[in-house]
């Protein structure tokens, strides 16, 4: 098993910038029809990347449910999109957060930094992903959210963000009000980059770990999830394509066992000969688009977020 880790986070290190290729054709700046827009952070882009070195405006696009009114107390869901923390638009969850929302809840996709645009490492998203959560959490009783519901998902390098906020000690935007949560309530991850660092005992090659070090820009092993998981985390349901060569099976099953053995409640959905982004609105004519969101539709059911049967088929 611990070869298996291995490989797999030499697999990310070597291939997570395929990512970049996955994004459905959905475009930058995303449209987002029927979203409510707010900017939830002022960010510096960096040199290096395609926008000039600057002040950047971070947004959250807001799919409220029918019937919303500012004085309810909704669950609510952040989403985070794919891209090897390289590229890639909040579009990616347009359809899924219209679903959700369709369901009751408050569903927002959130943008953030990366190093394509805005010259940064993946740590610099990891703030930027925890800002967000913060950000709905403060501002839950204007958006209508109950802020003991909040839950985080994202796909690959969105998924590794979503997880990140989950166990991550440290990393959060200096200035920002830390009595304030940005730990999740639940986790929804999708084909997510988890393991981004060796366990305890077994040597990666040197060059594969340097390079992981750099894109991360700190240790890589700091902002691994597999790495920091204990007890007292967020309910979690992982789904992933068993075919996956950019994000390997092996390495979910991993943070699956070890979350589960830290006595968390932790869900995995592998699916048979399906590869990387095999969850997408669009893909295959859409049939894993709609299993993994019918079971995120039960994943929450099950923790009282939501009433009655997915309604998936009807969207």
């Keep these: ?72 107390k909704r669950p609510a869901i952040v989403l985070f999109f794919g891209g090897g923390w390289t590229g890639g638009s909040p579009g990616q969850f347009l359809q899924q957060g219209k679903y959700l929302a369709s369901r009751g809840m408050v569903a927002i996709a959130a943008d953030y930094r990366v190093a394509s645009l805005h010259g940064v490492k993946a740590v610099d998203c990891v703030r930027d992903a925890k800002s967000a959560i913060r950000y709905v959490r403060k501002n839950a009783a204007r958006l209508g959210v109950d802020p003991e519901r909040i839950a985080a998902g994202g796909g690959s390098a969105g998924g590794h963000l979503a997880a990140a906020c989950g166990t991550l000690e440290e990393f959060d935007e200096p200035g920002e009000d830390l009595s304030i949560s940005c730990k999740p309530n639940a986790l929804v991850l999708f084909n997510p980059a988890v393991v981004l660092a060796p366990v305890e005992g077994v040597t990666l090659n040197r060059q594969r770990t340097i390079n992981m070090d750099e894109r991360a820009g700190v240790e890589a092993k700091r902002i691994s999830p597999y790495h920091h998981v204990k007890s007292g985390l967020p309910p979690t349901v992982i789904f992933h394509g068993r075919a996956d060569t950019t994000v390997p099976y092996a390495s979910v099953e991993a943070f699956a066992k070890a979350m589960q053995a830290a006595g968390n409640t932790c869900e995995l959905f592998g699916y048979e000969g399906e590869g990387h982004g095999f969850f997408n609105y669009g893909r295959g004519g859409g049939e894993m688009y709609r299993a993994t969101l019918r079971e995120t539709d039960k994943f929450l059911a099950g923790l009282g977020w939501l009433e009655g049967k997915p309604t998936v088929e009807e969207q």
């Design 1 to 72: 098993m611990k070869t298996l880790i291995v490989l797999a986070a030499l697999v990310v290190v070597s291939s997570l910038s395929a990512v970049a290729q996955e994004r459905g054709g959905r475009g930058y700046p995303p449209e987002m029809p029927d979203a409510k827009v707010e900017t939830y952070k002022q960010a510096a882009s960096q040199p290096g990347g395609d926008q000039q070195p600057g002040e950047v405006e971070l947004k959250l696009y807001v799919f409220e449910p029918e019937g919303w009114n500012k004085n309810d």
